[in-house]
């Protein structure tokens, strides 16, 4: 392919990708009359923090109270912590436990690529055709509406991918690093402590941050599962869909909704660049 095509080809695939990513942006800072303004106003003149202040401080027409049944709503901060403390346990165990099989696969070969690849064909299954089983299970556990419920779902959905990933790290760690240790006279545990798990640690960041973010923008199962004791981010945006074009406070809430994950990207960046740049993208 010629330089120039391939270079133009790149540039409009940046294009299709940033924009909406811009427009969210700028939307978020945009006072009411410019939301559905045309021609469409591409920046604010004067950019404002309205939006913010109304749903993240006011949780303006979706906050506390608002129901007619009388329950409380789970304001913008309820749900992000939520979202936070479902998606940090889920990732960190599916991590952990895909880590383990993946090990115990590369090295013992308890499970094939091929086995590894079923379990990952069995999340490709929609999730609303197991919607009503899990629901009726969910409910008569007592799990409906539940933290610990949704970290137990999260986990259970996020560990064919935990295991498949980490598989492709823990086979791209030398086994004559072992091998020399064991002839050192040093035990398996304090071999995996001390040897594996140093070069793991960037596999073991990008496989996190890979699964937090499936697990902080999940919706489906979020809807069916939460109630009013729980709700997630996801489920408190969709508060928004039928709320007059409301696109300012949306947008607010997306752009509040996408600054934890790339605090948490930044935070381990060191390992996530060295992560991604061998193991499931160098296969």
């Given at each position: ?63 506390i109270g608002i129901p007619s049944d009388g329950t409380e709503v789970i304001g913008p901060w309820g749900a992000l912590i939520n979202t936070f403390i479902i998606a940090l346990i889920s990732s960190t165990v ?190």
């Amino acid at each position: 392919m010629h330089p120039a095509l391939r270079h133009g080809l790149l540039l409009t695939w940046l294009v299709i990708v940033v924009f909406p990513l811009f427009w969210i942006v700028a939307t978020s800072f945009k006072p009411p009359q410019d939301w559905n303004a045309w021609p469409a106003v591409w920046w604010p003149s004067e950019p404002t923090l309205f939006n913010y202040i109304q749903v993240w401080v006011n949780d303006f027409a979706t906050g506390i109270g608002i129901p007619s049944d009388g329950t409380e709503v789970i304001g913008p901060w309820g749900a992000l912590i939520n979202t936070f403390i479902i998606a940090l346990i889920s990732s960190t165990v599916a991590t952990v436990f895909g880590a383990v099989v993946a090990y115990g696969a590369s090295r013992y070969r308890i499970l094939t690529d091929s086995q590894l690849l079923y379990f990952l064909m069995l999340r490709m299954i929609p999730p609303f055709v197991v919607a009503a089983p899990v629901f009726l299970w969910f409910s008569a556990l007592g799990l409906e509406d539940t933290l610990i419920g949704l970290i137990m779902l999260y986990t259970l959905i996020t560990v064919p991918y935990a295991m498949l990933v980490m598989k492709s790290f823990v086979d791209e760690v030398p086994r004559e690093y072992e091998y020399a240790a064991e002839m050192l006279g040093a035990g398996r545990w304090r071999i995996i402590w001390e040897i594996v798990l140093p070069l793991l640690r960037p596999g073991l960041a990008a496989t996190f941050l890979f699964l937090f973010i499936l697990n902080w923008s999940e919706y489906f199962f979020a809807l069916i599962l939460s109630k009013t004791d729980v709700s997630t981010l996801p489920v408190h945006l969709n508060r928004w869909a039928g709320n007059g074009g409301a696109n300012g406070f949306q947008a607010a809430l997306s752009v509040g909704s996408t600054l934890p994950l790339i605090v948490i990207g930044l935070l381990i960046r060191k390992h996530l660049v060295r992560g991604l740049s061998f193991g499931f993208v160098r296969r």
